[in-house]
């Protein structure tokens, strides 16, 4: 990139010169080489001020940058630069990844068959004719619908023993075996000859029922 240097009321140290062209560097590799670039030092009483005009194919940039010295005056000068000349290219970037609208593939039209055509060509005829009958009719007729009959489902019933307990069990030893056969109801004794009915309920919890 070529930089042309300008120095108001300021002298250009050589380092300051190294340093800008360094920066204007940077700045060139987000750009192109066929940019250029002029910067500007000044002073305005206790304020040192860079000016940095970068001039590419498609985008002009321009930064300034204050300080209490020329190098943190220009360091925030091409700062700047350096963002607008970032978003410039992110934008560019973005703009070559979209399609050419020529080059967007259209669905080609959904032929329908000739007999699914006449049909519906067809229903539309009957259907205005349909229309003009009504129109000149002068009376309306009422359909009703009875509902079906319900069908009527009988419980399917199936015999199990498996539910009574043979020997007397205590209550503790009813809850194991109800978890060991993996069932929701167990009908047992006691030792005393009482009858119970274990049975688990819908919120998991296990129900006892005293048979008297």
């Keep these: 990139m070529e930089v042309e240097f ?10 300051l010169r190294t340093q800008a062209e360094e920066g204007m560097q940077r700045i060139a590799r987000l750009l192109g080489k066929t940019a250029s670039a002029s910067v500007t030092f000044s002073a305005q009483k206790h304020i040192q001020i860079a000016e940095v005009t970068i001039k590419a194919r498609q ?69 205005k004719l349909g229309r003009r009958a009504k129109g000149r009719a002068g009376a309306t007729i009422a359909v009703h619908s009875f509902p079906a009959a319900a069908a009527i489902v009988e419980p399917h019933v199936i015999k199990s023993g498996e539910a009574v307990a043979i020997k007397p ?15 929701d109801l167990l009908i047992f004794r006691n030792p005393s ?16 029922i005293e048979i008297p």
């Design 59 to 127: 985008q002009t940039i321009a930064a300034t940058g204050k300080g209490d010295t020329l190098a943190a005056a220009f360091r925030t000068a091409v700062d700047h630069a350096e963002n607008q000349a970032r978003r410039h290219r992110d934008r560019r970037m973005e703009s070559k990844r979209l399609p050419k609208e020529e080059k967007v593939l259209t669905a080609p039209p959904v032929a329908r068959p000739k007999a699914r055509a006449a049909q519906l060509e067809a229903n539309g005829d009957e259907a």
């Design 6 to 15: 300008t120095a108001r009321k300021v002298r250009i140290s050589k380092v």
């Design 193 to 208: 000859g009482n009858l119970y009915v274990l049975h688990r309920r819908r919120d998991g919890h296990m129900e006892l």
């Design 169 to 183: 069990l205590t209550i503790e030893e009813a809850v194991k075996e109800v978890e060991f056969r993996d069932r």
